[in-house]
Every structure is written in structure tokens, then in C-alpha cells.
């Protein structure tokens, strides 16, 4: 009788740990955002190369195609900063809101969100067409 109290005390436990230890999922929500509430959105980052650094604007229509791209993005849990670490070139999304919020976002295999990196679950969905907005720069 004893042990199965130790059992199930432990398992409990455990079960407690795991569940209070997962992070959490973001706090923004790409789908909700709307074309109607964007200003403006600048493209920045480094190919990775030497004097490879860009900055430009999108155009409305490429606005309009890019939050809609954004709508479909399906971000999971919260992931380590050292696990989202990639050598190279690396893309910046700044979106200003008409409100004058401001958030930036940087899509690769993990999802950089303003300073927080999450799991992008439908990466292999639609990864070419980030790859597609990262070439106008």
C-alpha cells in the first residue's frame, strides 16, 4: 500500500512538473491581424555576406499579399533563442500598425516574434512564399 501511495505521489509529480514547465504559446495572434490596420511594413536583414545588409518597404500590394501570407502562419509553443540560432543571412519584417504599435517578426524554422522564438508548425506549408518576400529586398 505504501509503495503504490509513493507511486502515485510521484507520478502526480511529474505530471505537475511537465505540464507547469511547457511554454507558452505566443501572445500575438498573425491571424488576426488585419491589411486595414498596417501603415507600413519594412523589409530589413543581411544576406550573411559582406555589405549584404538591405532595407525596403513593400508596396501596398505586396502589404496586402504578406498579411494574408501571415493569416495562414500556425505558431506552436515557445522555443530556446539558442535553438533558433542559424548562421547566415537572416530577414526582419518590421510592421507598423496605424495605432503606432510597432511589432517585428523574423520567419525561418523557428519564428522570431518581437524578442520571443516559436515553433513554426506549418514551415514546410508555406516556407517559399516567406522565401518569395525575402527576395525583394
Not at 59 to 78: A, H, I, M, P
Not at 98 to 109: A, E, V
Amino acid at each position: 500500500m505504501r509503495k503504490i501511495k509513493m507511486l502515485l505521489l510521484i507520478s502526480l509529480l511529474s505530471l505537475y512538473l511537465f505540464t507547469g514547465c511547457e511554454k507558452q504559446k505566443p501572445v500575438i495572434d498573425l491571424e488576426s491581424i488585419d491589411i486595414s490596420e498596417i501603415e507600413k511594413i519594412e523589409l530589413s536583414g543581411t544576406t550573411g555576406g559582406k555589405d549584404g545588409h538591405f532595407s525596403c518597404d513593400l508596396s501596398e500590394d505586396e502589404r496586402q499579399d504578406f498579411v494574408e501570407l501571415l493569416n495562414r502562419v500556425e505558431l506552436g509553443n515557445e522555443v530556446n533563442e539558442n535553438d533558433a540560432m542559424a548562421d547566415g543571412g537572416v530577414t526582419y519584417y518590421h510592421i507598423y500598425f496605424s495605432n503606432g504599435d510597432k511589432i517585428t517578426i523574423s520567419p525561418g524554422p523557428v519564428f522570431k516574434v518581437q524578442d520571443t522564438y516559436y515553433k513554426f508548425n506549418n514551415f514546410d506549408e508555406l516556407w517559399d512564399q516567406f522565401v518569395m518576400f525575402n527576395s525583394i529586398g
